[in-house]
Nanobody, 125 residues
Framework: VQLQASGGGLVQAGDSLRLSCVAS????????MGWFRQAPGKEREFVAA????????RLAGSVKGRFTISSDNAENTSVLQMNSLRPEDTAVYYC???????????????????WGQGTLVTVSS
């Protein structure tokens, strides 16, 4: 699976951004799409994940109530809608696909076998 992420940028606190990740290539269609982020000097952390069908999703506690994740099967796209952004949301955001283990390890980056190139989100105060 090849992944292409887009939508990052520079915004002010309280603003919104919409990140998209398009999947292409050979896969069986039943994958989990995850979003992770990595701030400068920090480890990569889980943000959100959703099944290909869109029926199951999870969000990290730090973004619940502000971010949503959705899946468009027809377009092979995952969207991370980020509202009420905070300076602490500043990071490089990565989309990733997990094609072999199902949803059991949705928050563990080690189980994701394909990664997009990352898109920078900067939130100014």
């Amino acid at each position: 699976v090849q992944l292409q992420a887009s939508g990052g940028g520079l915004v002010q606190a309280g603003d919104s951004l919409r990140l998209s990740c398009v999947a292409s290539g050979r896969y069986n269609g039943n994958y989990v799409m995850g979003w992770f982020r990595q701030a400068p000097g920090k480890e990569r952390e889980f943000v959100a994940a959703i099944t290909f069908s869109g029926r199951t999703s999870r969000l990290a506690g730090s973004v619940k109530g502000r971010f949503t994740i959705s899946s468009d099967n027809a377009e092979n796209t995952s969207v991370l809608q980020m509202n009420s952004l905070r300076p602490e949301d500043t990071a490089v955001y990565y989309c990733a696909a997990e094609t072999r283990s199902g949803f059991s390890y949705y928050s563990d980056s080690r189980y994701y076998d394909s990664w997009g190139q990352g898109t920078l989100v900067t939130v100014s105060s």
